[in-house]
T-cell receptor, first 116, second 112 residues
Framework: EAGVAQSPRYKIIEKRQSVAFWCNPI?????LYWYQQILGQGPKLLIQ????????DSQLPKDRFSAERLKGVDSTLKIQPAKLEDSAVYLC??????????????FGPGTRLTVL | SQQGEEDPQALSIQEGENATMNCSYK?????LQWYRQNSGRGLVHLIL?????REKHSGRLRVTLDTSKKSSSLLITASRAADTASYFC????????????FGKGTLLTVNP
């Protein structure tokens, strides 16, 4: 079974530039998550999709971050414009959830963003 | 905001020794999960314990959960150099809006 795919693996940009990350979840997984992990900290949830609908984006800085999952499969996360404090690893995860209950989340390798 | 707080922040042991990491949290949970993260890689799920369970085993891993103290521990027995990684506890809560909240992690170094 293929895992969660993310690209690019690394990205270096100047502040105020734009950047986009791509994620392809495990086939059949309805729920997709984007996390931000700053060095030395645990992952922080940015946005959660169930199929192509947003379930939770309460911690997404909506003035500069946006995300979409148009066909309920792959997803893109965009930052425009980037700030120095956006330097982090952006992790995508997916799981198969049906109603309440807990399922394991499967993580991709992440995209390491450096903003100069 | 971070829910779980791991203790210690860093732990260094010799191969063959046991490693114990603790996690405390603040609000009620559905379950608690432990994940491992090797340097520069994504997170890998290790084990899940539900709020009505007290102990769970998986290979060399043993997890306990005390909901009255809002705490959990992860024990890795007979550690190996390959166990070197960061370990995160994540609390799962919510119903239809179920989500995980991660702690800051414990960096475990196993010296050969």
């Amino acid at each position: 079974e293929a895992g969660v795919a993310q690209s690019p693996r690394y990205k270096i940009i100047e502040k105020r530039q734009s950047v986009a990350f791509w994620c392809n979840p495990i086939s059949g997984h309805a729920t997709l998550y984007w996390y931000q992990q700053i060095l030395g900290q645990g992952p922080k949830l940015l946005i959660q999709f169930q199929n192509n609908g947003v379930v939770d984006d309460s911690q997404l800085p909506k003035d500069r971050f946006s995300a979409e999952r148009l066909k309920g499969v792959d997803s893109t996360l965009k930052i425009q414009p980037a700030k120095l404090e956006d330097s982090a690893v952006y992790l995508c995860a997916s799981n198969q959830r049906s109603g309440s209950g807990a399922d394991t989340q499967y993580f991709g390798p992440g995209t390491r963003l450096t903003v100069l | 905001s971070q829910q779980g707080e791991e203790d210690p922040q860093a732990l260094s042991i010799q191969e063959g020794e046991n490693a114990t990491m603790n996690c405390s949290y603040k609000t009620s949970i559905n379950n608690l999960q432990w994940y491992r993260q090797n340097s520069g890689r994504g997170l890998v799920h290790l084990i899940l314990i539900r709020s009505n369970e007290r102990e769970k085993h998986s290979g060399r891993l043993r997890v306990t959960l005390d909901t009255s103290k809002k705490s959990s521990s992860l024990l890795i027995t007979a550690s190996r150099a390959a166990d070197t990684a960061s370990y995160f506890c994540a609390t799962g809560s919510g119903g239809s809006n179920y989500k995980l909240t991660f702690g800051k992690g414990t960096l475990l170094t196993v010296n050969p």
